[in-house]
């Protein structure tokens, strides 16, 4: 069945009317019933068909589109609301980016990661890959050595070796089902070549908040070997279950002196599509001074008219939209946890502590990665991330994407339970 069908078909009559007999209940032994969070109908299927969407047309064919890092739900109205005055405004001619924007980031930190910092550390970021790849030019150089921590997202091993620098892997360690950090490992690789490490906090595709500890630590070593480390932080509003998101410049002095922060409201807001809706935040002076010349002299330095008006519009909002979203999101978490713990198909998920992005291992069904990706893809129809793209530590794990209504996420597990039944 064509993808754009079988929206339309969810949308005329619930994806739980698309399932066989007995597999609503099935489902529902771990899965709480839908239900509108906070007034926001978070439940309500949105055919995406003819909006260009990245994450459905690559999927093709495949009935459920979880894997790129989007949302199926509608944005904070009052981000669309501020959007469409800006357009009734007609005229759309240069614009500089005002106060606001960063007073608004500078506010936002403070209030929801408890980070209060003076304004001039806060700068435009063009996208926060797009930055981190301009950090790459202002701070190495051609040869110089660029660590990493897989698994972990795969564009920070990509961009760098397009742009000629070696990646080194510093592997996480996996104990008791949770990952940390090989500090032992990460001081033997550190060499006079290595010029920069870079950080996923909160981790994707692991879920990882890291605490104040670890990333202390982190800084020390840097610091210690002249090692810059710039930290993704873009998944960073979306910290789950109470528990709360660390920036990497906050943890200690050194974290100050060693570290760029880069984060934005397109992860937590769902503004994927708003391309450079970024920001950055760089303590050090000298640092933020030569990272901010090179953005000017690419031209980079420059916000749009929709960037800045959703970036305020975001860090300003009081509709309640993003908690009630995050109890959405815990809740399809938890319907996916119950559901692979209640239903014995060599699958163990892992609870992420920030994010809608999930990591599965699938280590016992025993697959070579390309057969287990089949399985996903051709078998249960589910288009997935390949754990293997994220590096060492990675093959036999796939990356899920729960941002989803949950009859849809209820649809996809009953796919994956059959195909593999």
């Known amino acids: 069945m ?15 009317s698309l399932l066989p007999a007995g597999a609503v209940t ?20 949105i055919d995406r068909s003819g909006t260009w969407s990245i994450k459905y047309g690559r999927a093709g064919e495949n009935r459920f589109a979880m894997w790129i890092a989007d949302m199926d739900f509608r944005t904070d109205p009052a981000v669309r609301n501020a959007l469409q005055q800006r357009l009734d405004r007609d005229v759309l001619g240069y614009t500089s980016a ?23 550390w806060v700068g435009y970021a063009p996208g926060v890959i797009s930055a981190i790849n301009q950090a790459y030019l202002t701070f190495t150089q051609p040869g110089d050595k660029i660590v990493v921590q897989p698994p972990v997202y795969d564009h920070f091993r990509m961009y760098a070796e397009r742009l000629g620098r070696e990646v080194v ?4 360690i996996l104990e008791s089902g949770r990952y940390r950090m090989d500090f032992e490992g990460l001081e033997k690789l550190l ?7 870079v950080l996923c906090n909160p981790h994707n595709p692991c879920g990882i908040l890291w605490d104040r500890d670890t990333l202390a630590r982190l800084a020390e070593i840097c610091e210690k070997h002249g090692v810059i480390v710039v930290s993704d932080e873009i998944h960073a509003d979306l910290a789950l279950y109470g528990k709360t998101h660390i920036p990497f410049c906050s943890a200690s002095k050194a974290a100050e002196r060693v570290g760029l922060i880069f984060g934005g409201p397109t992860k937590a807001f769902n503004l994927a599509g708003l391309s450079g809706t970024a920001f950055c935040v760089i303590p050090d002076k000298e640092k933020r001074d030569k990272y901010l010349g090179t953005l000017r002299a690419a031209k980079l330095d420059e916000p749009s008219i929709p960037t800045i008006v959703a970036t305020i519009a975001a860090y300003s909002s009081d509709t309640g939209w993003l908690p009630a979203l995050k109890k959405y999101l815990e809740g399809n978490i938890d319907c996916q946890m119950d559901f692979f713990k209640d239903n014995d198909l060599g699958i163990k998920a892992f609870r992420p502590e920030a994010s809608f ?6 280590r016992a069904l025993g697959l070579p990665q390309e057969q287990l990706m089949e399985l996903f893809r051709d078998k249960a129809g589910v288009y997935l991330n390949n754990g293997a793209s994220y590096g060492a530590g ?22 994956i339970r059959r195909a593999i039944s």
């Open 191 to 197: 060499d006079e070549r290595t010029k920069m490490l």
């Open 26 to 45: 099935t489902l529902l032994q771990g899965c709480s019933e839908p239900s509108k969070a906070a007034g926001w109908d978070f439940d309500e299927v």
């Open 357 to 362: 992005l999930v990591w599965l291992d699938c």
């Open 2 to 16: 064509k993808r754009r069908s079988f929206i339309k078909g969810v949308m005329a009559a619930g994806a739980a």
């Open 169 to 172: 892997d510093n592997p996480m």
């Open 394 to 415: 990675g093959e036999g794990f796939v990356r899920i994407n729960v941002g989803c209504p949950r009859s849809i996420l209820q649809a996809a597990l009953e796919s």
């Open 98 to 120: 005002p106060d606001e924007f960063f007073e608004a980031v500078h506010a936002w930190e403070g209030k929801q990661h408890g980070w209060e910092i003076p304004r001039e």
